[in-house]
């Protein structure tokens, strides 16, 4: 079979808050082929990221997405690593082909899943997929005091692993920080697994980021996040030397499998994050987690959004025993709440696992997000090259 129609969907919020909080909009992806349907979502601004999959060439590495993907055929794994390859090549300075990529990757597996009547993670050839601990994912409140509420809360919802992030973490002073770093562990209990995520705060600052390390250290959290960005390797490593019993994450902001490498190797992590919604897909997150493995670094999921982003960010490593946190995200928007029909619950001893049905197992409720589908049109020279396609069956 060949694609025969790759569709963009500009869903969103009514209103779009200042917050860290990426499940206020999305990309949904519909990929059709030989009768069948496939869905996928980008971890990545709406507008910009249809405008990748339609925009005129600039030149020969900077064509629109869709030029590589509609009419190439789909009917095994290697086919999918075809299109890829050619993404990367057609569109290499076209720099939001990496979302679209994603987006549109995810809805290959997930198709090619449904048309084989199998799973994405067999596809990827694991023979199984193994629990995740979902870790419940939320932003640090304004205070140390709505801190402490927020993690009282998640350990009467009976989480056994918490992640506090973003919000007015690291914007202020030290003495803030650690602060909201006891609260989150009063408030989780003292045999909950904490993990604490500075969302790029310090950009590269290593001296102001080690100034929170010792109350990490005596809160006995698992990792701290993101204290830079993903290119700052050196600031990384630097602080994974300084940082003693609390592990390094990151990758998250990696759009490629190459900038997973290098974070995996020059970094210090001890744990890899990876968003299958903008590194490009399945196909990437699952090069990059097999890399990790090879190299001893505990890969996780990057997670902020849907259910089906859920899925797809699980398959690409369901079949790792070693490698059981993920993400789980239990603060998202009404949007992101909605997007699928189903969702991927915990089960009683509070782990969680991929679909078993076939592609990603989990569809869009296509009735419940006409009330979020943003209506867009795209011209040049008076040539409409996008206008959004109607979100039914």
Not at 42 to 64: F, G, K, N
Request: hydrophobic share 40%.
């Amino acid at each position: 079979m060949r694609i025969e129609r790759v569709e963009f969907f500009y869903l969103s919020m009514p209103v779009i808050e200042n917050v860290g909080d990426g499940s206020q909009d999305a990309v949904l992806v519909r990929v059709e082929a030989g009768g069948q349907t496939g869905w996928g979502e980008c971890e990545a601004a709406p507008l910009p990221t249809i405008a990748a999959l339609v925009c005129p060439p600039s030149h020969s590495a900077c064509r629109p997405v869709q030029e590589s993907v509609v009419g190439a055929k789909l009917e095994s794994p290697s086919d999918i690593a075809n299109i890829h390859a050619a993404v990367r090549r057609n569109s290499l300075d076209l720099l939001q082909a990496d979302h679209a990529l994603s987006g549109i990757d995810m809805a290959l597996w997930d198709l090619l899943g449904r048309a084989r009547g199998e799973p994405v993670y067999k596809l990827l050839g694991d023979k199984r997929a193994y629990p995740k601990l979902p870790y419940a994912s939320v932003l640090f409140g304004e205070t140390p005091q709505e801190t402490l509420a927020k993690a009282q809360g998640i350990r009467k919802e009976k989480y056994r692993a918490a992640k506090f992030g973003w919000g007015p973490f690291g914007k202020s002073t030290a003495q803030f920080d650690r602060d909201q770093i006891h609260a989150a562990r009063e408030g989780l209990g003292s045999d909950g697994i904490l993990l604490v995520d500075a969302g790029t705060v310090w950009e590269d600052n290593v001296e102001r980021a080690a100034q929170v390390l010792e109350a990490l250290n005596v809160v006995n959290a698992t990792w701290l996040e993101e204290p830079f960005v993903s290119g700052a390797l050196s600031a990384y490593k630097k602080l994974s030397a300084l940082s003693g019993r609390v592990k390094l994450a990151g990758g998250e902001g990696c759009h490629n499998f190459h900038m997973a490498a290098q974070m995996i190797d020059y970094a210090g992590l001890g744990y890899v994050q990876i968003d299958a919604g903008r590194i490009g897909g399945i196909s990437a997150a699952r090069q990059a987690a097999e890399y990790a493995r090879e190299r001893g670094v505990t890969y996780v999921n990057h997670t902020f959004t849907s259910h089906l982003a859920l899925s797809a960010s699980l398959q690409a490593y369901a079949g790792f025993e070693r490698d059981e946190i993920c993400e789980y995200p239990v603060e998202s928007k009404p949007l992101a709440q909605e997007l699928t029909a189903g969702r991927i619950e915990r089960r009683a001893d509070g782990t969680i696992s991929v679909p078993d049905s076939p592609g990603l197992g989990l569809v869009p409720d296509l009735k419940a997000l006409q009330k979020y589908l943003v209506d867009v049109e795209i011209k040049v020279h008076g040539k409409t090259l996008y206008k959004t396609p109607p979100l039914k069956a």
